[in-house]
């Protein structure tokens, strides 16, 4: 292997991957070099496994070859260099086919000639002898091309170092693509949205379905007291105090919740951070106290961020979209849980009366101020409402007269109150994958022991993912008024067998589907929640337009 020279410029060197992308996709080169967003889809597990095969089994051959120049400021290490005819030969390996040119010939792809040729000029600088051309092997076609290294080769390479550079020192993220079929196999489409952002440029498109359906993993919640997680190789074990371990493996877990009194060794954080996993402390009674994620790459996204939501016009016109959204799915849900029940409908009506005039008085809101009035109005008739909808068949120790918080002073506010604790914690894990910075919202004011743009994003989903589970589990008779909580006289909390119970409840909604009314196509609640995460940064950064537009049907 050849020694790295160092480089001596202070701006940092390209790697001859992020050329591949910049052919590829302008977009997608600065999700992955400037905002250092990278996911590892099939394909990329694949493309690993096929160079891990050429490195084991590639004999007579260099393979796995690191170079740099510091001249060009590009470093990368290619598949593999031969010999022949007194030349070195750089080749690169792609699992998949070649391109075709009008007459049908195997051609290759603008983003693989542009790497090869990038691999072939860093050969020359290093073995200091001309490298005429180099090849790239289509494995699935069982094809190889030739790809010439001559002097429009090296005037292309030039001016892509160039263009990568200039996006590198821009806070402008491209466009997405004008070629759909390009995000069909990109990884970062659950990132970059480009069909959702067509599909509302274009109502009328049917979108191709490139978001998943549902959360990568599992939501490891460590309730019990005491408890230690610890690893073993890669996974996280789990050990009580009383009774035996359990195991479960990194890549099936996307976040641990440590509840209350439970601990975390150093290693398994770091395993943690490894895989991507979030760790994320509650106290006993549910509130979020700390999380730990990796946060590397989020400086353009955060600054974007701090840019926008400094003026008051676009916090303004967000809030009205978020309390719009909130006040409208307490409107919907009361009614929808009253239909066809005129008894019930009758002692709802004057909630129903009294929110309906607010809603409609949102989008004339001359500021925040007057919008939070709106929003708390409505939120006292939809909390006199919620009352009702239990019906005779619920204890009145599990019933409210009121809303209670911090602390809550009775079992249904309890219920609420650790319910809206695990949204919280969910809310923030959605932020945070997303770049965000918690701490600037637009809508709530700062607090000390709350992240304004948690509780922001938290209003789009307490009807849906807490108020709704948590009425209809009393209705059906699921909690213990003595054994599923502890009752003083200052306040009222949850058990060790009610936050089981409440936490069962809550991931259970989690992995629900429902459709997506603007969009069209199902997903769970958990998804949910990172796509409007995500569909919030979109708001300053050019495609505006799909934050908070979901309601409940």
């Not at 020279?5 to 590829?24: D, E, I, N, T």
């Not at 009008?102 to 000639?113: E, F, I, L, N």
């Not at 506010?413 to 959605?430: C, I, P, W």
């Not at 936050?499 to 809550?506: P, S, V």
């Amino acid at each position: 292997m050849l020694p790295l020279p160092v480089l001596g410029s202070h701006r940092p060197p390209v790697r001859v991957m992020a050329l591949h992308a910049l052919a590829y996709c302008r977009r997608l080169f600065y999700l992955e070099e400037v905002e250092e967003i990278r996911v590892a889809d099939h394909r990329v597990f694949a493309g690993r496994q096929l160079h891990a095969a050429l490195e084991a089994d590639e004999e007579g051959e260099t393979v796995a070859l690191e170079l740099a120049s510091e001249t060009l400021g590009l470093l990368g290490k290619v598949d593999c260099v031969r010999r022949r005819d007194g030349s070195y030969l750089p080749y690169e390996h792609k699992r998949g086919k070649p391109g075709r040119a009008a007459d049908d010939t195997p051609q290759v792809w603008p983003s693989d000639r542009l790497q090869l040729v990038a691999y072939a000029v860093l050969l020359e600088e290093a073995f200091g002898q001309p490298i005429p051309e180099g090849r790239v092997r289509y494995h699935a076609a069982n094809v190889t091309v030739r790809v010439p290294v001559d002097d429009r080769a090296r005037a292309d390479l030039t001016a892509a170092i160039a263009d990568a550079r200039r996006l590198r020192e821009t806070l402008d993220r491209p466009p997405i693509t004008d070629n759909p079929r390009l995000c069909e196999k990109c990884s970062l489409a659950p990132v970059c949205l480009p069909e959702e952002v067509r599909q509302d440029r274009e109502p009328e498109r049917e979108p191709v379905r490139l978001f998943p359906p549902d959360r990568d993993g599992t939501t490891l919640h460590v309730v019990a007291q005491g408890t230690q997680v610890g690893i073993s190789a890669d996974t996280l074990v789990l050990r009580p105090r009383e009774g035996p371990e359990s195991k479960h493996p990194a890549r099936s877990v996307d976040t641990v919740l440590l509840h209350g009194f439970s601990q975390i060794t150093t290693q398994a954080v770091r395993k943690c951070v490894e895989h991507g996993i979030g760790v994320h402390w509650l106290s006993v009674s549910g509130h979020h106290t700390a999380s730990l994620v990796p946060t590397a790459g989020q400086v353009q996204r955060r600054v974007r961020q701090y840019q926008a939501l400094a003026d008051d016009a676009t916090c303004l016109r967000l809030a009205k979209q978020l309390a719009a959204a909130k006040v409208e799915g307490q409107y919907r849900y009361l009614m929808r849980a009253s239909r066809g029940d005129d008894e019930a409908r009758g002692e709802i009506q004057t909630s129903l009366n009294g929110i309906q005039p607010l809603l409609g008085r949102i989008p004339d809101a001359a500021d925040r101020d007057s919008l939070r009035g709106l929003e708390g109005a409505a939120a006292v008739h939809y909390f006199a409402a919620l009352r009702t909808l239990l019906g005779p068949q619920v204890p009145d120790e599990l019933r409210a007269d009121s809303r209670s918080r911090r602390p809550p002073q009775d079992r249904f506010n309890a219920l609420l109150s650790y319910g809206y604790g695990l949204l919280h914690t969910a809310v923030m894990r959605a932020v945070l994958a997303s770049g965000l910075e918690p701490a600037l919202g637009f809508f709530h004011t700062p607090r000390s022991a709350a992240y304004p743009l948690v509780l922001d994003l938290m209003e789009l989903f307490r009807v849906t993912l807490c108020d709704m589970p948590v009425v209809g589990s009393l209705n059906r008779g699921q909690w213990d008024p003595a054994a599923d909580f502890t009752v003083t006289r200052a306040k009222v909390w949850l058990s060790d067998a009610g936050r089981k119970k409440t936490i069962g409840l809550f991931e259970g909604r989690l992995q629900e589907t429902w459709k997506h009314p603007v969009l069209n196509y199902s997903l769970s609640y958990a998804r949910t929640i990172e796509l409007e995460a995500r569909f919030l940064e979109k708001e300053w950064t050019g495609e505006p337009g799909l934050f908070a537009r979901s309601r409940l049907r």
